[in-house]
């Protein structure tokens, strides 16, 4: 592997961390760690609807609800 790709890998990482973790490190200004919570909003909110996982519990309860009427 050549410098500029484990220099781009580490880039990566270290945006990863932020984004993921940023919140809690204490040492960074309140900006940073606003900024880490939004992105990581923004990365969320980028997750379609229909991908997002159904509460099959809910669906379960309704179902029994509707079974003991």
Same mark, same amino acid.
């Given at each position: 592997?050549?410098?500029?790709?484990?220099?781009?890998? !580490? !880039?990566?990482?270290? #945006?990863?961390? !932020?984004?993921?973790?940023?919140?809690?490190?204490?040492?960074?200004?309140?900006?940073?760690?606003?900024?880490? #919570?939004?992105?990581?909003? !923004?990365? #969320?909110?980028?997750?379609?609807?229909?991908? $997002?996982?159904?509460? $099959?519990?809910?669906? $379960?309860? $309704?179902?029994?609800?509707?079974?003991?009427?």
């Amino acid at each position: 592997m050549n410098p500029k790709k484990l220099l781009g890998i !580490f !880039f990566l990482l270290l #945006v990863a961390i !932020f984004i993921t973790s940023g919140d809690q490190y204490e040492f960074l200004p309140p900006s940073a760690r606003e900024a880490s #919570v939004k992105s990581r909003e !923004f990365i #969320v909110g980028l997750w379609p609807d229909w991908l $997002r996982p159904k509460d $099959r519990d809910a669906e $379960r309860e $309704r179902e029994l609800e509707q079974l003991q009427q």
